[in-house]
């Protein structure tokens, strides 16, 4: 396999319903992204956990995973599990972020995604981001929804240890959970690094992308 290497990453979006989100389903790849880009406008919005102990948790932890980024985070309080049912205010907050931001590159949840509150924010993503590329990440979880990703960024054995040094570190709130352990999340990395011919990797999902096989 070829490496896509896009010419520019001017900015960022980062959409999630959960706090902890976006650093599971691409914690590695927001390593890898921010480190070789310094500066690099960095806009996450998440819908739930503001005003707890989790927004706190969410700030620190995306610092540490966008490390020289110019990260804007903006931490919603809407209810845990009641996307469908907000969803005029998910919306709101993903057409207001579309209005200040004009990313290169958006990742957010993936259509498949067994939760209803990752669902319903992945299926707003083309709503408000029609001209941009999106990738769909994926998380572990109990429903057992892994499919078939097509998009792969490798990671170096180092990024993919500090993902789950970061992950152990940043979210306290989270370690009690069963599947909240480093065997799950370097066990998926590496079978996606299988996948694609490395020893790590994070997968993604598109729906659509377009190539500029003339480059320059
Ligand atoms: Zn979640």
């Given amino acids: 396999m070829i490496g896509f290497r896009p010419a520019a990453v001017g900015g ?8 902890d989100d976006l ?6 790849s927001l390593l890898t992204l921010c ?4 500066g690099l406008r ?5 819908l739930s956990g503001g005003g707890t102990e989790r927004e706190e948790e969410e700030h620190a932890a995306l610092t540490a995973f966008c ?4 990260l804007r985070l903006t931490v919603l309080k809407m209810p845990d599990g009641r996307l469908p049912a907000n969803w005029e205010e998910a919306k709101a907050a993903v057409e207001d972020l579309r209005s200040r931001t004009d990313p290169d590159l958006v990742l957010a949840p993936n259509p498949a995604d067994a939760h209803q509150d990752h669902r319903g924010l992945a299926k707003l993503v083309p709503t408000a981001f029609r001209g941009h590329q999106a990738l769909g990440y994926e998380i572990v979880k109990w429903d057992g929804d892994l499919g078939r990703p097509s998009v792969y960024q490798p990671l170096t054995p180092e990024v993919a240890e500090a993902k789950v040094t970061l992950l152990q570190q940043h979210y306290p709130s989270q370690r009690q959970r069963p599947w909240y352990d480093r065997e799950a999340f370097l066990g998926l990395a590496r079978i996606r690094g299988i996948e694609c011919q490395s020893r790590y990797a994070e997968a993604f999902y598109t ?3 377009t190539l500029d096989l003339a480059g320059g």
């Fill in 67 to 70: 490390p020289g980024a110019d």
């Fill in 12 to 19: 960022v979006v980062l959409l999630a319903a959960h706090c």
């Fill in 23 to 28: 650093a599971i389903g691409a914690g590695g």
């Fill in 207 to 209: 729906s659509k992308m």
């Fill in 35 to 38: 480190s070789a880009r310094p």
């Fill in 42 to 46: 960095v806009d996450a919005l998440v």
